[in-house]
């Protein structure tokens, strides 16, 4: 089993800056994906971003130049650093791992963060 904790959602203004964090526990395996999804109110879950165990990332073209994914591998934390937030990235900030070896793949999921951007 795998335990996801994250920290750091709020409420920001418009323009501000906010960065989440989500550390894992318990059975990693050496090949896995780390990521973050979001779901607002009435909306489909869509991956934000996301970070392989060797540092390939992949990210939505919503948050492309604004968003920023980076994973320590020694402490098991992922983290997203969000800048230039806009009020459509309103959501429930949901952290992900997936441990991979060969054909098996096994999903882990946070609990989520509330991110909120208004003024």
Same mark, same amino acid.
């Given at each position: 089993q795998?335990? $996801? #904790?994250? %920290?750091?959602?709020g $409420? #920001?203004?418009?323009?501000?800056? $906010?960065? /989440? ?5 318990? %059975? ?7 990521? @973050? ?9 869509? /991956? ?13 073209? %919503? &948050?492309?130049? =604004?968003? *920023?994914?980076? =994973? ?5 934390? #992922?983290? /997203?650093?969000?800048?230039? /937030? ?5 959501? &429930?900030?949901?952290?992900? $791992? *997936? ?9 882990? @999921? ?5 991110? *909120? #951007?208004?003024?």
């Amino acid at each position: 089993q795998v335990q $996801l #904790v994250e %920290s750091g959602g709020g $409420l #920001v203004q418009p323009g501000g800056s $906010l960065r /989440l964090s989500c550390a894992a526990s318990g %059975s990693i395996f050496r090949i896995n994906t780390m990521g @973050w999804y979001r779901q607002a109110p009435g909306k489909q879950r869509e /991956l934000v971003a996301a970070v392989t165990s060797d540092g390939t990332t992949n990210y939505a073209n %919503s &948050v492309k130049g =604004r968003f *920023t994914i980076s =994973r320590d591998n020694a402490k098991n934390t #992922v983290y /997203l650093q969000m800048n230039s /937030l806009k009020p459509e990235d309103t959501a &429930v900030y949901y952290c992900k $791992l *997936t441990n991979r070896a060969g054909v098996y793949s096994a999903d882990y @999921w946070g609990q989520g963060s509330q991110v *909120t #951007v208004s003024s």
